[in-house]
């Protein structure tokens, strides 16, 4: 049902993962697995060689990696037809994020598109910290 859902809404889009870490793992992983030919691209400010075995298992599968970058900046794909999905810890005014909007991109995140894709009643807490 999930892939489902991803190549109905995702294929032929450039999906953008900001930061690859406890948030965007999972969801490029679930892109991988719906095998629906969408260009995902990983932007991190770490070096490639530093983001672990997990990032080499992706690229392997055909995930483009730019990294050493502020990742809301500079995007190198159509932002037209970019679904972007931020870490939480990234302000979805950064960089060139505004401006990528406003040429078409839908800026998301993965807690969101849960939220917006559940048919389960959500209950949250907040503050949590």
């Known amino acids: 049902m999930l892939h489902d859902l991803l190549r109905e809404k995702f294929s032929n889009k450039n999906i953008i ?9 999972p969801v490029a992983r679930e892109f991988i697995a719906a095998g629906m030919g969408a260009s995902v691209t990983v932007r991190d400010m770490k070096p490639f060689s530093e983001l672990g075995d997990t990032a080499r298992e992706f690229a392997n599968a055909g995930v483009k990696f730019e990294c050493g970058e502020e990742p809301t900046k500079n995007f190198t794909c159509d932002t037209s037809r970019a679904v972007i999905f931020r870490s939480p810890g990234i302000r979805p005014d950064a960089g060139d994020l505004t401006a990528a909007v406003e040429s078409g991109a839908i800026l998301t995140s993965e807690v ?10 959500i209950i949250a807490i907040t503050g949590s910290d």
Do not use: D, K
């Open 17 to 25: 993962l900001l930061g690859f870490g406890v948030s965007n793992i």
């Open 112 to 121: 969101e598109f849960f939220c917006e894709h559940t048919p389960a009643r």
